[in-house]
């Protein structure tokens, strides 16, 4: 089974709940059929009623068992436009608040900030920027994390001698140029999504050019200062670097460059120093090495809220649903 199907299967079993902010878009209302269908979660649909019915209707699409919202008629919207400018503590005017508060995004993530939905799932019409700001502001971030940021599940066909081996990569879409403190949240962060959505315990190697002081250089120092946050901050976890990429995934290459590292030649969360290298990195995989990527999965945020690609597919909505809801831990 691919971890993708893996990860819809544990969704059934929580029989949580999406809003999907894009209502009247008709991707996301036909993936809401998929999800109804395959018992995925429970969906919550926002915006204008009888626009998303209408819709609903000309793609054949029942809505039974779906709530929709429209966050402009809404009872809450008064009450979240308060709670808005309370949070954003003197950047946010009331009028803002008020504006804000009438689009879709931000008013379906005040239902995951009060657990009236478990996880939002937006960007088919909006950009990234757009749906990390509405999360950022109303949902906030994980207690210890600095910074949001994203990872992708890279399932390799095979992988000496593994089928469907499953590496995790983070950084690769959100954070240009971490500072040290934002790369040890980009640790953790990765490491704990590996654990929920992937159920394997993560090994994690802070990557660099250079392998336990092959070379100096700032950008080293940084991956440095990243790994002692993380050994000081965080003991538990089990973290190594700064490596090459070969000492940490090739056994053989781990023994004669980091001897005595129970991560090198181990590791199975990647996270990349910089936007380049985890971007570049994930998209040399996917394409000259077959594997499948699945993400950006958002992660750092208080409770979860994923964004899409503008050129998704109904199938990619179901699939990062699913996942979004399975990031509630
Ligand atoms: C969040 C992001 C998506 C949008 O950034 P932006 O539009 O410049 O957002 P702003 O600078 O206006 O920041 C909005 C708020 O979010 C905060 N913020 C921005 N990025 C953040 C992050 N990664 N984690 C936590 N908070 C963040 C800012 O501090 C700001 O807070 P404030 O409003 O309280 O002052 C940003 O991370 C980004 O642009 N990343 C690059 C994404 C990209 O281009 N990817 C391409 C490869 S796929």
Redesign the pocket.
Known sequence: MSVVAQIKEKAKAKGRRVVLPEGTEPRVIQATQKIVEQGICKVTLLGDEARIERLAKEHGVSLAGVEVINPASSKDHAGFVKELVEIRKG?MTEDDARKAMLTPLYFGAMLVRHDRADASVAGSVNT??DV??AA??CIG?KSGIT???SSFIMTLPKFRGVENKVFMFGDC????NPTAEQLASIAVSTAETMKNLVGEEPRVAMLSFSTKGSARHDDVDKVLAALSILKKDHPSLKVDGEFQLDAAIIPEVAKSKAPGSSIAGEANCLIFPD?DAG?IGYKLTQRLAGATATG?IIQ?LAKPANDLSRGCSVDDIVDVSAIATLLRG
């Open positions: 950047k990234t920027g990390l700001r950022i502001h971030l910074t949001v940021s879409a959100v954070v240009p936007l971007n950006p750092g």
